[in-house]
């Protein structure tokens, strides 16, 4: 598996930039959607086919400044969606389009997944979320944790699961 440092010390890098700028990006949830039109620049925009094909959750397209992301799915999605279109511009700098699809097949698809779930939970936010817990009787399961994180950080059980592991291993 290849090594996660580079989407997480990039999505790092952009958070420190943010927070000297004054975007709160420490305090959860990230305003991905502010960040991407207010900082990138670019439109993003709900769609459904034909604009947005049928195996996409999220398109970059660098031409027009815009990110696209489908209408029906949910809103921890939509983020995570926004966060790895993201993930592309600051990670793939290059003419085109870029389609987030529900097979991360190519490394670049699988860094900007990495890069977009270090931007949205970051470990700063995450350990403190933790250390919350912790101080809170009864004692919690690591499943009742991944649901507290996922629904305060507006992002998906998967990605707070993976996050935590992550977070848990390294502290």
């Known amino acids: 598996m290849k090594d996660r440092a580079g989407p997480r010390k990039a999505a790092l890098a952009l958070q420190r930039d943010l927070k000297s700028r004054g975007e709160p990006v420490f305090h959860p949830p990230v305003r991905i959607r502010v960040i991407a039109e207010a900082y990138f620049g670019y439109n993003v925009r709900h769609a459904d086919p034909p604009e947005l094909?049928?195996?996409?959750?999220?398109?970059?397209?660098?031409?027009?400044?815009?990110?696209?992301?489908?209408?029906?799915?949910?809103?921890?999605?939509?983020?995570?969606?926004?966060?790895?279109?993201?993930?592309?511009?600051?990670?793939?700098?290059?003419?085109?389009?870029?389609?987030?699809?529900?097979?991360?097949?190519?490394?670049?698809?699988?860094?900007?997944?990495?890069?977009?779930a270090?931007?949205?939970?970051?470990?700063?936010?995450?350990l403190r979320v933790c250390h919350e817990q912790r101080q809170q009787p009864p004692t919690i399961t690591f499943e009742r944790l991944v649901r507290i994180v996922a629904e305060r950080f507006s992002v998906s059980m998967e990605a707070a699961r993976v996050e935590l592991l992550e977070a848990l291993r390294l502290d």
């Not at 029906?72 to 790895?84: C, K, V």
């Open 53 to 116: 094909p049928p195996d996409c959750s999220g398109m970059l397209d660098r031409a027009r400044k815009m990110i696209l992301v489908r209408r029906s799915d949910p809103s921890a999605r939509i983020n995570f969606s926004i966060a790895h279109e993201i993930g592309h511009l600051v990670l793939h700098p290059k003419d085109g389009i870029d389609c987030r699809t529900q097979r991360a097949a190519s490394a670049e698809e699988r860094e900007a997944d990495e890069f977009a």
């Open 118 to 126: 270090a931007f949205l939970l970051p470990r700063e936010s995450l």
